[in-house]
């Protein structure tokens, strides 16, 4: 699914997110962006993503249902995430690339 560059040294993960509810997650950057990447921004309290616990602030969005997403712009993203979320199956499976742990807090 991914080449060897593009998983190499990484923390990369399957997950499988029940769909019940809202997915309530927020994407920011795209292939097009200075992030060069997408990234999730927020996962929102009480939704499906948050309920799994396995997708957090940071991580990167490789890709949603077996459609990779590595050069996908933010809005190819969040559409091909809304599609799998809408497309009436129990489950979305999600690859992501997990965020590195900091060594700082972002607030103080």
Do not use: C
Not at 20 to 44: C, F, H, R, T
Not at 72 to 95: F, H, K, M, P
């Amino acid at each position: 699914m991914f080449s060897s560059d593009q998983i190499d040294g990484r923390d990369v993960r399957l997950l499988r997110i029940k769909n019940a509810g809202q997915l309530d997650v927020a994407l920011e950057g795209g292939a097009d962006s200075p992030l060069g990447k997408l990234v999730v921004s927020s996962v929102y309290e009480g939704g499906a993503a948050d309920k799994h616990g396995g997708v957090v602030p940071g991580d990167e969005l490789m890709a949603v249902n077996g459609k990779i997403l590595i050069d996908a712009t933010l809005a190819e993203g969040q559409n091909s995430l809304a599609r799998a979320w809408n497309s009436g199956g129990d489950w979305i499976d999600v690859v992501i690339a997990v965020s590195p742990p900091k060594d700082y807090e972002d607030e103080v």
